[in-house]
């Protein structure tokens, strides 16, 4: 039987580093939601594709294959045969993606497409409305938050460790503008479950805090 955990929340809130913890400790593929929306924008970007242009969405969505290579290990994410796993986290791409995210057409392909990636299978997924709207009959979800300014400081040194350089400055406009654009659309926006157990991460280590998880799913699993 299939057992799905959604991990949703804003902006950095460290829901990608925890998703792929908890995943390698109780063996859950781990699919990143957010990496979906990275590739569709990135493929924009690159055919100069505007918001407006529906008719050349449609046919870019048409066309898109997406696939994410490592299971329970640091994902590679692939875009058409092509590896982006460092082009999609760059500034570009994060200053275009709520506004993509918020198309229609964009979120009904890429819905049917995490519907049927997690299809049978055991699976930690993590994006914005994974328990509201992608599983809102998951087996455990989760909504992870932390203040705006803990989680532009986890964005300048996540992206460190990728060698891509970010200011505080800029990392916090980026992560109020999201925060504000994934919640207030109007299609699947970004808001914790009524049933979801949210967790105010700013205060905890990455250890209590995948400690916490692992607890909440096992005894679930469990019951
Ligand atoms: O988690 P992330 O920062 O990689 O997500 C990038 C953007 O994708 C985010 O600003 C909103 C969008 N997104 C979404 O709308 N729904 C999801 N399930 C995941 C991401």
Same mark, same amino acid.
């Given at each position: 039987?299939?057992?799905?955990?959604?991990?949703?929340?804003?902006?950095?809130?460290?829901?990608?580093?925890?998703?792929?913890?908890?995943? =390698?400790? %109780?063996?859950? +593929? #781990? $699919? @990143?939601?957010?990496?979906?929306?990275?590739?569709?924008?990135?493929?924009?970007?690159?055919?100069?594709?505007?918001?407006?242009?529906?008719?050349?969405?449609? =046919?870019? %969505?048409?066309? +898109? #294959? $997406? @696939?994410?290579?490592?299971?329970?290990?640091?994902?590679?994410?692939?875009?058409?045969?092509?590896?982006?796993?460092?082009?999609?986290?760059?500034?570009?791409?994060?200053?275009?993606?709520?506004?993509?995210?918020?198309?229609?057409?964009?979120?009904?392909?890429?819905?049917?497409?995490?519907?049927?990636?997690?299809?049978?299978?055991?699976?930690?997924?993590?994006?914005?409305?994974?328990?509201?709207?992608?599983?809102?009959?998951?087996?455990?979800?989760?909504?992870?938050?932390?203040?705006?300014?803990?989680?532009?400081?986890?964005?300048?040194?996540?992206?460190?460790?990728?060698?891509?350089?970010?200011?505080?400055?800029?990392?916090?406009?980026?992560?109020?503008?999201?925060?504000?654009?994934?919640?207030?659309?109007?299609?699947?926006?970004?808001?914790?479950?009524?049933?979801?157990?949210?967790?105010?991460?700013?205060?905890?280590?990455?250890?209590?805090?995948?400690?916490?998880?692992?607890?909440?799913?096992?005894?679930?699993?469990?019951?």
């Amino acid at each position: 039987m299939a057992f799905i955990v959604a991990i949703d929340g804003p902006a950095g809130s460290g829901k990608g580093t925890i998703t792929k913890l908890v995943g =390698e400790k %109780l063996g859950l +593929i #781990n $699919i @990143d939601t957010g990496a979906m929306f990275r590739c569709v924008t990135l493929e924009m970007l690159k055919k100069n594709i505007r918001i407006d242009e529906e008719e050349k969405i449609k =046919e870019l %969505l048409d066309k +898109i #294959n $997406i @696939d994410m290579v490592g299971g329970q290990q640091e994902l590679q994410i692939f875009l058409n045969g092509e590896d982006v796993s460092k082009k999609i986290r760059e500034k570009e791409v994060n200053d275009f993606v709520s506004s993509v995210s918020t198309l229609k057409v964009v979120r009904e392909k890429l819905l049917g497409l995490q519907r049927k990636i997690a299809e049978g299978k055991n699976v930690i997924m993590e994006g914005r409305d994974i328990g509201t709207v992608v599983f809102p009959n998951a087996d455990v979800k989760i909504y992870l938050d932390a203040t705006p300014e803990e989680r532009a400081i986890r964005r300048v040194k996540q992206n460190m460790e990728k060698g891509i350089t970010t200011s505080y400055e800029e990392a916090l406009q980026n992560v109020k503008k999201r925060d504000e654009i994934d919640s207030k659309r109007e299609i699947a926006p970004l808001k914790k479950a009524k049933d979801a157990i949210y967790i105010n991460s700013t205060e905890l280590t990455i250890e209590d805090e995948v400690r916490r998880i692992v607890d909440i799913i096992e005894k679930v699993k469990n019951k």
